[in-house]
């Protein structure tokens, strides 16, 4: 019989071995190896967090009570079965809040208690204080609630953070003024905000404040210059890597009728002005205080910039790294490049100006079909005819997952429709017509609604009996990929995945599907079904050469002979994780050495030092000074992995490209955060499929997605790579990555390139 003290102990060292293998992991985004472990656990209990995390993302959009007694079922359910999962912190704080929305306050009290009481220092303890802080304060136990705020302000770990600030601001407060009104539980709706996207092609909203010198500052004062509003904070990670990369952009521009404007959201003016002063930022500043100017654009994370023209109408968004710099660059010459005696406008009371107030503009009178319209891009997408149809992965009206890519081998409909759009509800009859008579003959349709809200549209689908699958693209993500910019617009898809008609305003929908539906079923049944089609394989030639795509690659990396050369990689980073409560988790530094069939990485989280070695064959684990091989039953899934991810490292991937014995396949174009990109499809070692975005203008790798298998779990993971550096000729790029919806950040604060590494490092036996 084990004692408690050992049963003890063999909790903690494998709570500890998974907080190293979180660090190493999340190391390996740094250089495209974007990946939070599941963990050694079973795939149940992950399945059952995964579930818990669906209520709860449902209860964020629309919160009803079932579903709120559902999240308390299930997380009860789970903290009982499972009280060692990593995250069982966060179910602990879903539990507890979800009970006080219920107004079951003495029974969300316990379960936060317990939570601290048991887990002392996980991560959800400060929202677990807080939140309890708040509930004593509901019941108008002020006295406990003081106790629970001074224990989050006093913490050691979490003492700093900006739970504890708000605690601090609730201990100042007037007990009687105390309700205990909780901020952002789970169920309640977010606060309004918009897609950064949507403001594009629209008129900047104007302001009058005052900024940090004294002066009047109005949007207004700028017209006629480009202006960058960039909303950022001393206290936010990003925001402050991003912070060189903008001043070079404002002393490269600050003389060619160019403006940076900075809206901070820092939460006392002393830390702003003195950072200010320390780096020397020459621009305007403002500090936002109160919310003023970020609650009127509607900025619900930082750091968030817009790139405004000399009209006033806002040209990009969300600008950051080399992109930066490259689109004020091409603004500002736009700008420079009009007349001086550019014809001024008339005003509504008879003045003439060179361009119309925003305040003017949004007086005009509008309809949700001109706002539909009035998007940038507008392409005819007859232009699509003949070229692969872009895959989006994306959770349908029933919240399963839907991808293009799942019907291939039969005929789609990708209707773009709206309810309030007239002509696409005249359409209807036609679609459902078409759809009961093809329905089992290899045929599907995918309705992608631009409704702005989901009840009206879930409403008429019910009512209609629509019952084709159907999204909601409430981020207009997939309409963006698409570049769909009024409706009704639909696009016919063969089993080959090839777009084979498409049109705004719809075609004859019948016939269409029919011929396409006959010439599908008259296939012989083993007959391949190209994955994905490639000009060298005669797809209608419409792919480009998928060898000049690489090669343009590998030249803007660095070119062959650099990127054949690196031989190791040392890096040191610092990693943040970003919660949607706008928390940023400080998640430890690193030092890792990287070749390209082996790695060893060196994490300290909060003071518990570890770390892993794997020699290209096996695993081992670093703790307490101490090596020791992880056995092969518990990491084989991530022995896979790890090979994978040292294949995904760009300065590897691209000169393996390039010898032509790795299979890889044209996948089309998308765009990815306003880049246009090229997309190829990359076979692994595992054999899964890496995806591999390519920008047309930089030829960099800018983004990468792909699937990996852990621990049993399956997890979809994107890294988005940006602000590239250049170390000894060849392109390194910070990244950021989601994993199911997270999001880290990794920040390089040193790396080498083909540094002195002794071998014996990757060899603990010796």
Not at 351 to 370: D, M, V
Not at 598 to 617: C, E, T
Not at 634 to 646: G, H, Y
């Amino acid at each position: 019989m084990f004692s408690q003290d050992k049963v003890s102990s063999q909790h903690k060292g494998k709570r500890s071995f998974h907080s190293v293998l979180m660090g190493v992991f999340t190391s390996f985004v740094l250089i495209g190896f974007c990946v939070n472990i599941a963990g050694a656990y079973s795939v149940k209990p992950a399945d059952k967090y995964k579930e818990i995390k669906a209520i709860y993302k449902s209860l964020r959009q629309q919160q009803k009570s079932e579903d709120l007694e559902k999240l308390v079922e299930k997380s009860r359910d789970f903290v009982a079965a499972h009280p060692e999962y990593r995250r069982v912190d966060e179910v602990y704080y879903l539990l507890g809040n979800a009970l006080v929305q219920l107004e079951r306050v003495d029974e969300g009290i316990k379960v936060f208690e317990a939570l601290i009481d048991k887990h002392p220092n996980e991560r959800y303890v400060q929202s677990c204080l807080l939140e309890l802080g708040l509930a004593y304060d509901k019941l108008g136990a002020h006295d406990k609630a003081d106790s629970a705020y001074q224990q989050l302000v006093n913490h050691a770990k979490y003492g700093g953070r900006s739970q504890a600030k708000r605690a601090a601001q609730i201990l100042e407060q007037d007990r009687a003024e105390r309700k205990g009104e909780l901020s952002k539980p789970p169920g309640a709706s977010p606060a309004p905000g918009m897609n950064p996207r949507e403001w594009i092609g629209k008129p900047a909203l104007d302001f009058q404040v005052t900024d940090l010198k004294g002066a009047a500052l109005s949007l207004e004062k700028y017209r006629g210059q480009v202006v960058l509003l960039d909303f950022w904070a001393t206290w936010c990670p990003p925001c402050i890597a991003e912070i060189p990369n903008i001043k070079k952009t404002y002393e490269n521009y600050k003389d060619q009728k160019f403006q940076i404007i900075g809206i901070s959201l820092d939460r006392s003016k002393d830390p702003l002005e003195a950072y200010i002063a320390k780096e020397e930022l020459g621009w305007v500043h403002y500090w936002d205080n109160i919310g003023k100017v970020s609650n009127l654009y509607k900025v619900q994370a930082i750091p968030s910039t817009f790139l405004i023209d000399g009209e006033g109408v806002i040209r990009k968004t969300n600008l950051r790294g080399y992109r930066l710099e490259t689109a004020v660059a091409e603004l500002v010459a736009e700008n420079l490049a009009k007349p001086t005696d550019t014809p001024t406008k008339t005003l509504e009371d008879g003045s003439r100006s060179q361009s119309i107030p925003a305040t003017k503009i949004l007086k005009q009178e509008t309809t949700p079909e001109k706002e539909a319209s009035q998007k940038p891009l507008r392409t005819d997408p007859s232009e699509w005819i003949g070229k692969p149809a872009p895959d989006f992965q994306v959770t349908d009206l029933k919240g399963e997952e839907l991808s293009l890519k799942d019907y291939r081998g039969q005929v789609v409909l990708l209707d773009f429709w709206a309810t309030w759009c007239g002509p696409c509800i005249a359409e209807m009859p036609k679609v459902k017509k078409t759809y009961e008579k093809h329905k089992n003959q290899k045929f599907q349709i995918i309705g992608i609604s631009l409704d702005r809200s989901e009840a009206p549209l879930a409403a008429y689908i019910e009512k209609e009996g629509l019952s084709w699958v159907h999204y909601w693209d409430e981020s207009r993500d997939v309409r963006n990929l698409y570049k769909v910019w009024g409706i009704p617009t639909a696009f016919l898809i063969d089993s080959e995945g090839i777009i084979q008609k498409a049109s705004l305003g719809g075609f004859d929908v019948e016939s269409a599907v029919a011929e396409l539906v006959e010439k599908n079923l008259d296939r012989p049944a083993d007959t391949p079904i190209s994955p994905v089609p490639n000009a060298s394989e005669g797809a209608q030639n419409v792919a480009p050469n998928v060898r000049e795509i690489i090669d343009a690659a590998i030249a803007a990396h660095g070119g062959l002979e650099k990127l054949q050369a690196v031989k190791n990689i040392v890096t040191e980073s610092h990693s943040f994780e970003h919660f949607p409560d706008g928390d940023v988790q400080d998640e430890g530094r690193s030092k890792a050495y990287f070749y390209p069939d082996k790695f060893r990485s060196d994490w300290d989280v909060d003071g518990d030092r570890g770390g892993l070695i794997f020699d290209g064959n096996s695993l081992f684990r670093l703790a307490d000074g101490a090596v020791k091989p992880v056995p092969a039953g518990e990491v084989a899934s991530f022995l896979i992995f790890f090979r994978d991810s040292l294949f995904r490292e760009p300065i590897w991937l691209l000169p393996m490209l390039s010898k032509g014995d790795i299979p890889v396949q044209y996948a089309g174009t998308e765009e990815v955060k306003g880049i246009p990109t090229e997309v190829l499809l990359v076979t692994q070692p595992s054999g899964k499929k890496l995806k591999v975005f390519i920008s047309k203008e930089t030829h960099y790798i800018v983004q990468f997605s792909y699937e990996i298998g852990i621990g049993g779990g399956v997890e979809n993971v994107v890294a988005f790579f940006e602000d590239f550096r250049d170390v000894d000729g060849v392109k390194v790029a910070h990244h950021r990555a989601t994993k199911n919806g997270e999001y880290r950040q990794i920040l390089i604060t040193d790396i080498e390139l083909n540094a002195e590494v002794d071998e014996t490092l990757f060899r603990p036996g010796e």
